[in-house]
């Protein structure tokens, strides 16, 4: 079992950078694959990044490339997204999930547990 809180989110200026956290709990977190997600209104969930158990592999939609990066460290068991350039499309709730396996998905399928979100506005 992994619990996961989410906090970071708020409102910044197009062009801007934000850092998102996730804290997860459960004794599984470090063997892991972690993705962050976002759903915007409107819109479908989609995913943002993606890390391997050991931060040793890392996925980014092509909507993101460049501009945010995703880490981990398994001794706190935190994930981060470090969002920079933000533009007014990546505002939506942003989520952090943890899969069963050590490798990540690249669809929501693949994740079994989720945090709450937390709220990213980008303003023009």
């Known amino acids: 079992q992994v619990q996961l809180v989410e906090s970071g989110g708020g409102l910044v200026q197009a062009g801007g950078s934000l850092r998102l956290s996730c804290a997860a709990s459960?004794?599984?977190?470090?063997?892991?694959?972690m993705g962050w997600f976002r759903h915007a209104p409107g819109k479908e969930r989609e995913i943002v990044a993606a890390?391997?158990?050991?931060?040793?592999?890392?996925y980014y939609a092509d909507s993101v490339k460049g501009r945010f990066s995703i880490s981990r460290d398994n001794a706190k068991k935190l994930v981060y997204l470090q969002m920079n350039s933000l533009k007014p499309e990546d505002t939506a709730v942003y989520y952090c999930?943890?899969?069963?396996?050590?490798?990540?998905?690249?669809?929501?399928?693949?994740?079994?547990?989720w945090g709450q979100g937390t709220q990213v506005t980008v303003s023009s």
């Open positions: 999930a943890a899969s069963r396996a050590s490798y990540y998905y690249t669809d929501h399928h693949g994740y079994s547990y």
């Open positions: 459960g004794r599984t977190f470090s063997s892991s694959g």
């Open positions: 890390i391997s158990w050991n931060g040793g592999s890392a």
